[in-house]
C-alpha cells in the first residue's frame, strides 16, 4: 500500500502546490458551498469549449463550483446526432444537461489562436488520427473558408474558421431533438462566443445579424 511519502512523490510538484493553496485559501470560504454541493448540482448554463488551456470558462465568466456545466474538447466542436455504437463523449454531456439538468443556456465557446482549428486549416481532416477524425466535421466550413478569396491572409482563414466552428456548433446542437424541442417551446437557449486570448476579451455572436462582436 502506499503511504503517504509515495503520494507527495508521485504527485506533480505544481498540482501540489495549487492543491494546497486550494485547502489553504479557497476550500474555507467555499466551504459551506462545497457541502451544498454535495447534495446535487443545479447549474443553469453548459458551456462547450475548447480543451485548450488558455480557455477556462470557470475563469472566464468568474464561476463558482456548481455554476457551470461544462464540457470541453479539440475545437469546441458538438457532433452532430449519431445512432451508432461510439464513445460519444460531448454528445452524452449535451444530453445529460438537456435532459438531465435542464440547463436553461448552451454557450458554444470558441477562442482565438485554437489549435484545433488550425489541424483542420492544415489539413488533419480525415483519418489516420483520433484529432484528424475528430476535426474533419470541420470539413466543409474549411472548404468554403479555403474558397473564400476575401480571406486573403492564414490568420484571416484561421478566425473564419473559428467563427464558422462555433456555427457549425450550434447547427448540430439544434439537429439534436431534446435540444430543438426546448428551443422552440423557449425553455432553452443557445449562444455562440468567442474569447481572444491576447485581449483577454469576450465576443459574442448576435445569430440574426450574423457576426461577433466584444461585449462591452
Ligand atoms: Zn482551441
Redesign the pocket.
Given at each position: 500500500m502506499h503511504g503517504e511519502g509515495d503520494a507527495r512523490e508521485a504527485m506533480p510538484a505544481g498540482l501540489r502546490a495549487g492543491y494546497e493553496r486550494f485547502r489553504r485559501e479557497r476550500f474555507p470560504s467555499e466551504s459551506v458551498r462545497y457541502e451544498m454541493l454535495a447534495s446535487g448540482q443545479a447549474p443553469t448554463t453548459m458551456i462547450v469549449g475548447?480543451?485548450?488551456s488558455r480557455?477556462d470558462p470557470a475563469t472566464i465568466f468568474s464561476a463558482a463550483p456548481g455554476e457551470l456545466f461544462v464540457v470541453r474538447n479539440?475545437?469546441?466542436l458538438v457532433p452532430p446526432p449519431d445512432s451508432t455504437t461510439g464513445y460519444h463523449g460531448t454528445s452524452a454531456a449535451l444530453e445529460f444537461a438537456v435532459s438531465g439538468l435542464e440547463v436553461g443556456d448552451i454557450v458554444v465557446l470558441?477562442?482565438g489562436l485554437?489549435?484545433?482549428?488550425a489541424a483542420s486549416l492544415q489539413g488533419a481532416g480525415g483519418g489516420g488520427s483520433y484529432i484528424g477524425a475528430w476535426v474533419a466535421l470541420l470539413d466543409v466550413m474549411r472548404a468554403e473558408v479555403m474558397a473564400d478569396s476575401g480571406l486573403e491572409s492564414e490568420a484571416a482563414r484561421q478566425r473564419a474558421l473559428e467563427f464558422a466552428a462555433i456555427m457549425l456548433s450550434l447547427e448540430n446542437l439544434r439537429r439534436f431533438p431534446f435540444v430543438a424541442e426546448r428551443e422552440a417551446a423557449g425553455t432553452l437557449r443557445l449562444h455562440g462566443a468567442w474569447f481572444s486570448i491576447a485581449e483577454g476579451a469576450l465576443y459574442w455572436l448576435d445569430e440574426v445579424r450574423g457576426g461577433f462582436s466584444p461585449v462591452a
Open positions: 475548447c480543451a485548450d480557455v479539440v475545437a469546441n470558441g477562442h485554437c489549435g484545433g482549428v
